[in-house]
């Protein structure tokens, strides 16, 4: 088997938010949580996606590790890649993903990229380079005050711009709507100019098929995982891709479930609280009182649980309270306590039986799968637009996760997370 597509995720909710997304064309998608271990194998699956935790690395990190996952595809044998950040362009003046798409640049050989990470699906869109949340602009929305990665300009190529060294160009939705040839020669005409990393516009999901049809030759794509949705289809039409592989058979799961919320979106936020209203017991961190007294109350807290009931142990706060923890522990030690302690609560929860986890938050999701040791997992079906229940081991035990990027999915998400399971 030939891998088709190499797909590199700057965080784990991501990664299989990109993974869920390629899954619905039926064709096989491994997932690996991080940089694999050993070297690629002679069943390797036609689209491979490594999550890495990078979105928040010092530069010199992020890159390091996204170069060892590239070279890993490379000795797969990947033709073509795929660079997948946030759709809300999660960032910071200094990196990563500019630092990140150039460097991959280089290293693949690939003189021009674009930048697209629109999700009209989700409410994410790009018009005239500026990226809006909703019918809000990314500098007005709630990622304005998201604790790592504040977003306080709208414009993708103000923002990219300090990121690389090559210069930035735009394709506005009046070429997009031209189509594919109108798209590929208006890169041309870029490339000519000298720019090498070109952000384009899409405000409809047939924005980002006709996006996909003109650059899928590109040696790498970047983008939000929408972007990616159509390349399998497109693949199949021109014979690159064969759909003969089988499709997932997921295992059969005990009861046992438990919910894992470290984020702090406004639509966690909201999730929580309806999971909490309709009865679910739960849980929540306060990472002052964890700095103090340390974890054993949570974890005899979940120790005296039904997990049949799926409890939620949560962090989930509002922005005023997540400053006054990060104001007094840092803002590092404030996440990794809380993912320190859900990482503990995953572990317990798994050694008392639990097999159903979903987890939301990008940080957590990282947490949470390396104590359990998932290094790899099949890909099933969706639960929500890019979040999909995959399936892997842990210890000897067959485990099915979702792992959710803070902002997707409905109010209701928990309670349908565990009701799609069941069906």
Known sequence: MTVVLG?????FTGATDLAGLLARSGVRVRLHMGLPDDAPGDDVAPFEVIALKTRTLPVAEALEQTRAAAQWLQAAGAGRYFWKYCSTFDSTETGNIGPVAQALMSDLGAAQTIYCPAFPENGRR??????????????ESPMRDHPLTPMRDSDLTRLLAPQVSGQVGLIDHPVVEAGPQSIRTALAALAAEGRAHIVIDAIRDGDLETIAAACREMPLITGGSALAMALPGLYLADGTLSADAPRLVPPVLGAGAVVLSGSCSAMTNRQVALYLDSGAPGFRLDPLDLARNGNNAVLDWLAAQDLAQAPIIYATANPESV?????????????????ETLAACAIAARDRGAQRFVVAGGETSGAVTRALDVSRMDVGAEIAPGVPWCFGRSAGTELALTLKSGNFGTESFFADALERLST
């Open 7 to 11: 797909c590199i995720a700057d965080d």
């Open 323 to 339: 400053r006054a923890a990060q104001d007094q522990l840092g803002v590092v030690r404030a996440g990794e306590i809380v993912e």
């Open 126 to 139: 790009v018009f005239m380079g500026n990226l809006f949340v909703g019918q809000q602009p990314l500098a």
